[in-house]
C-alpha cells in the first residue's frame, strides 16, 4: 500500500492508529460483522442433539465399562457447548448483551463452567494478550512463559517449571476440574456481580451430575467415568487454546505497541479445512479473533485472508501454521523457559 503524501508526515502513532480504523472499514464493507442466527441456531441445536444422544447412551448401558466410551463422547459434547459460551461472551451471537448472555448462562449451567467469571477473566486476556504482567492466561502457578516467571517458582511449582515441556499434556488432565473449582471461588468470593444466579446453576449442575453418575454406575466405574470424562475434557479445551498465544512474543510494560500489533504478533493462527475449524470452535483464527473479537465464528473464514492481505502490506508479521507445528512451538518454548531452572545455578532452589 502507498502512503499518500499527506500520510507520511503524520505521527506514527496516529497512522499505526489509522491503520487499524482502515482493516475495520474493509472488514464491516464485507458485512463479517453481521450477526448468524441460523448458523449458531443449528450449532446449538447440533449440540444439544448430541448431548441428548450421549444421556440416552449413558441410560441405557448401565452400570457397564462401555461406559467410559460415553463419558469420552460427552466430553467432546461439552467441550463445544464451551465453545458457544466463548461466544456468547464476546457478543457473536446477537446484538443485545442480554440475548447472549442467557445463552451464555445456560451454556455455563451445562458445563459447569461460571460464565461471568470466566468473561471477566477472558475479557482481561484480549485487552492484554500475552502481557506478562496483565494477562491472566500466562499467570499460572505451575508453568512459566518469561525467564522472569520462572525464577519466582517455588517448591512443587519449580519441579513441574523446570520440566513444563514434558508436564504439559498431562497437567491438562486437570483443567476441566480447575475451571469449575475456580468458578466456585469466584462465586464464594462474591468476585461476580450475579452470585445467586451462577451459585445455583454451579450448585445444580454438581448434584445432577455426581447424582446421575453415582446412580447409574457403582463406586468404582463412576470414578474411573468421572476421570476420564473430566480429564479428556481439560485436555480438549487445553489443546485448543495452547496454540493460540504460547510460544508467540511475549509483552512487557517496556513494548509500546498499537491494537492492531498488539493483538497480531501476540497470536497465531491454524490452518486446516472446516474440521479444523470445528475442532477449535473457531479458535483456529485467532489473529481475526483478537482484532474482532464480536465476529461470528461462521466469518472469521471470510476474515482471514483480507486481514492477512492487510498485515502484509503493512510489514507485519502473520503467523500460522499447522496443528502439530504449532504444539511443537508451544513445546519448544516451554522447554527453552524451563532450561532457567535446570541450569546448576538455579537447580537446588
Known sequence: MTASPASETQPAEARRGSEFAELSRWIKSEGLLHRRHTYYALRIGTNLALLAAGVVAFVLLGDSWWQMLTAAGIAVVLTQFAFIGHDAGHRQIFQSRRGNDVIGYA???ITGISYQWWVSKHNRHHANPNHEDEDPDIDILVLAFTDRQATTKRGVAH???KYQAFLFFPLLLVEAIMLRIASFQAVLAKEIKT???EGTLLVVHTVVYLGAVFTVLSPGKALVFIAIHQGLMGVYL????APNHKGMPVLSKDDAVDFLRKQ?????????GRWVDYLFGGLNYQIEHH???NMPRANLRRAQPIVQEYCTRQGI?????GIFASYRQVLSHLHSVGATLRTPALANN
Open 107 to 109: 451454556h455455563g449451567a
Open 159 to 161: 519441579f513441574i517449571t
Open 195 to 197: 452470585v445467586r444466579l
Open 238 to 241: 487445553g489443546c485448543s487454546f
Open 264 to 272: 497480531v504478533l501476540t497470536s497465531r493462527n491454524i490452518i486446516g
Open 291 to 293: 482484532l474482532f473479537p
Open 317 to 321: 508479521p502473520y503467523v500460522h501454521c
